[in-house]
T-cell receptor, first 113, second 115 residues
Framework: QKEVEQDPGPLSVPEGAIVSLNCTYS??????FMWYRQYSRKGPELLMY????GNKEDGRFTAQVDKSSKYISLFIRDSQPSDSATYLC?????????????FGQGTILTVHP | DGGITQSPKYLFRKEGQNVTLSCEQN?????MYWYRQDPGQGLRLIYY???????QKGDIAEGYSVSREKKESFPLTVTSAQKNPTAFYLC??????????????FGQGTRLTVV
């Protein structure tokens, strides 16, 4: 069983829809949670970063963490064609883990006009 | 213009050949990482280095080698022992020392294809 599970999709939605992306994890040592966005043939870029259970909002994006259920989500409101990309959840433990991230498989999202 | 530069963008390797992927950074970050990305498998850690002249194996180090002679550079060699090297390779850096808010920055990747 993988430490982090993410539905690879692909997910196709109309413009303006609310998108929900999810990851589950099994390692209780994970303390920091991230969502990366990756456009085709590019490197990932950090979208959201959180370490506590609850919600964190940034514009149209909301990251949700439930440590008791080992479940994280990313919500995209009013989705746009420019949101079409692969979304990767990532997480790490505390201490000296630094950038030793464990990634989900990535979800391919397409937002069509 | 700070950032991470990976080269080349595309690389073709013949069977039995060693190839080296370049990663250079001017962010003054201490830690550097190499990840491999395959379709449907996310990113997997190959090697990482927290300081110059020191590096550790990640989850899939077999068939790869690295060096860290300079803070700015962390080249990855894909050896002939790596039986399935076709993949997208990503270099990343983090600023060591601010542990609780460490963001990993990624280069634009090198796509390696065996021909």
């Amino acid at each position: 069983q993988k430490e982090v599970e993410q539905d690879p999709g692909p997910l196709s939605v109309p413009e303006g829809a609310i998108v929900s992306l999810n990851c589950t994890y099994s390692n209780s040592a994970f303390q920091y949670f991230m969502w990366y966005r990756q456009y085709s043939r590019k490197g990932p870029e950090l979208l959201m970063y959180t370490y506590s259970s609850g919600n964190k909002e940034d514009g149209r994006f909301t990251a949700q963490v439930d440590k008791s259920s080992k479940y994280i989500s990313l919500f995209i409101r009013d989705s746009q064609p420019s949101d079409s990309a692969t979304y990767l959840c990532a997480m790490r433990g505390g201490g000296t883990s630094y950038g030793k991230l464990t990634f989900g498989q990535g979800t391919i999202l397409t937002v069509h006009p | 213009d700070g950032g991470i530069t990976q080269s080349p963008k595309y690389l073709f390797r013949k069977e039995g050949q060693n190839v080296t992927l370049s990663c250079e950074q001017n962010l003054n970050h201490d830690a550097m990482y190499w990840y491999r990305q395959d379709p449907g498998q996310g990113l997997r850690l190959i090697y990482y280095s927290q300081i110059v002249n020191d590096f550790q194996k990640g989850d899939i180090a077999e068939g790869y080698s690295v060096s860290r002679e300079k803070k700015e550079s962390f080249p990855l060699t894909v050896t002939s022992a790596q039986k399935n090297p076709t993949a997208f390779y990503l270099c990343a850096t983090t600023k060591r020392g601010i542990q609780e808010n460490t963001e990993a920055f990624f280069g634009q990747g090198t796509r390696l294809t065996v021909v």
